[in-house]
């Protein structure tokens, strides 16, 4: 039902764009999420953004680099990846879980746990 892609190899410095279509029911009123997993290692939160896109919270890893954004007319949430580094390589994956909370303060949903939908995944690559 979560669809990711735009994934790829791309040099340090560069960007991307990540897309998660999601199909077979509205997302609109779910609190959607970006995580990533590198060989090895385990599967860590990204970002994420509130059922309406007003709200958002990023890792400190990605923050003023990484942007998250939704069109819920689309059903995708995008991630807009700039001044990539070679650490930023994995298998990025989205998720969803129902919420119409718009304000979380320290409690946005950062566990892989608190997700119930997931997307196969899209590997992004950085050379160095």
């Known amino acids: 039902q979560l669809q990711a892609s735009g994934g790829g190899l791309v040099q340090a410095g560069g960007s991307l764009r990540l897309s998660c279509a999601a199909s077979g029911r509205s997302f609109s009123s779910y609190v959607m999420g970006w995580f990533r997993q590198a060989p090895g290692k385990e599967r860590d939160f990204v970002a994420a953004?509130?059922?309406?896109?007003?709200?958002?919270y990023y890792a400190d890893s990605v923050k003023g680099r990484f942007t998250i954004s939704r069109d819920n007319a689309k059903n995708t949430v995008y991630l807009q990846m700039n001044s990539l580094k070679p650490e930023d390589t994995a298998v990025y994956y989205c998720?969803?879980?129902?919420?119409?909370?718009?304000?979380?303060?320290?409690?946005?949903?950062?566990?892989?746990?608190?997700?119930?939908?997931w997307g196969q995944g899209t590997l992004v690559t950085v050379s160095s």
């Open positions: 998720a969803a879980e129902h919420s119409d909370r718009e304000l979380y303060g320290s409690a946005w949903p950062t566990r892989a746990t608190g997700y119930n939908y």
């Open positions: 953004i509130s059922w309406s896109g007003g709200s958002t």
